[in-house]
């Protein structure tokens, strides 16, 4: 099943991985006051959103795409558009300006929630990205709010065991889940021969889990986590991780809970956000849920309308975080 669909998302999320892994090297390599410019996340997002866009209505022309990005600033703004195009020229091969406008766009429009589409974030976790820190693609394949298929491209997830370009991860329901090694060079496919089927962890006791969330405490309250691990008697320090490779680390068995409860009661999350993770997590042998126990639909629009507070766990802890987690906040 998705035999099609896997190889092209595969293909398409590693070379958008390897244009964002480029463009982060400059980064790093700048000074540091080049580190706080937007601009180079902004070119590698329209540039890794044109590539995977490409290649999916190349191969189902049909499939709407619902992204992060739309390109109103890159039609505004010629020598933006010149920058992307020139990337996404050196990452691909020539291509036509206006059909990349096109591409990026084909993001934005309305489509149907209750029928066939996907869904992509060309780099979830900017501020990892601008940090040199952890960041993901991620694309997920949804049919009748279900995901389908989901794949994370994770340039920098654990150099030491998935080498120098990190990892990309990826599940097709009832598939099981496999990780492989990005090369460079060599877009991954379905039969890469060095993927790994991943497995999460088999803890089922909270005081040896590790639990991870948000570097970022604007988009998650850290303390309310704390409250909920203390209850749970978790002993370790929280592992700190930008983006979905917090799912990657769940799916391979690196850490055990993921909490997301944002700060502010109004936030919802995007579905780009979390449908490839989710994917991978649950194909991984976990569980992923809001925080009243609920699996995530995505049948809602662009947001989880309904959802509040996100909890992807190995699949045993989960049931005894979500009393943990209904015990200290209400929901
Ligand atoms: N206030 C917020 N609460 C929760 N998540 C947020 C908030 N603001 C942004 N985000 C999203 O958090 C994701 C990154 O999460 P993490 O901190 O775990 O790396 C991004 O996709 C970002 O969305 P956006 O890309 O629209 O800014
Ligand atoms: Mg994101």
């Known amino acids: 099943m998705y035999r099609k669909e896997l190889d092209i998302a595969l293909s398409a999320v590693s070379r958008a991985a390897k244009l964002c892994r480029d463009v982060q090297q400059t980064l790093v390599d700048a000074e540091s006051v080049q580190k706080k410019d937007r601009s180079p996340v902004t070119i590698a997002d329209f540039g890794s959103q044109a590539i995977i866009s490409m290649a999916l209505s190349a191969a189902f022309p049909e499939d709407p795409l619902v992204g992060e990005e739309d390109a109103v600033l890159l039609r505004k703004n010629d020598v933006l558009r010149g920058k992307v195009h020139n990337l996404v020229s050196n990452a691909i091969g020539a291509v036509d300006e206006d059909a990349l406008i096109e591409a990026i766009d084909r993001g934005a429009r309305d489509t149907n929630f209750s029928g066939r589409f996907w869904t992509v974030d060309p780099i979830d976790g900017t501020k990892g990205f601008l940090r040199g820190d952890q960041y993901a693609v991620a694309l997920a394949l949804i049919e009748a709010g279900r995901v389908v298929l989901g794949v994370l491209g994770c340039p920098n997830f654990n150099p030491e065991k998935w080498g120098a370009n990190g990892a990309i991860f990826y599940a097709v329901a009832g598939g099981g889940a496999f990780a492989a090694p990005i090369e460079p060079g060599t877009p991954v496919g379905r039969n890469d021969l060095n993927a790994k089927p991943i497995r999460v962890d088999g803890t089922n006791r909270p005081e040896a889990a590790r639990f991870c969330e ?57 579905i780009w956000d ?32 309904s959802h509040r507070g996100i909890l992807a766990t190995n699949g045993r802890l989960h049931d005894g975080v979500l009393s943990a987690i209904q015990s200290t906040v209400a929901i």
Not at 240 to 260: C, H, N, T
Not at 294 to 299: A, D, I, V
Request: aromatic share 6%; glycine share 8%; net charge positive.
């Open 214 to 270: 948000s570097v970022e405490s604007a988009h998650s309250d850290h303390e309310v986590h704390r409250r909920i691990c203390d209850r749970l008697g978790i002993l370790a320090s929280p592992c700190r991780i930008d983006s979905q490779a917090k799912y990657a680390a769940i799916a391979s068995g690196e850490a055990s809970i993921y909490l997301r409860l944002p700060r502010s009661s109004a936030y919802r999350e995007k």
């Open 274 to 305: 979390h449908a490839a993770g989710a994917a991978v997590v649950t194909e991984a042998g976990g569980r992923v849920t809001d925080f009243s126990g609920s699996p995530l639909g995505f049948t809602e629009g662009r947001t989880l309308k």
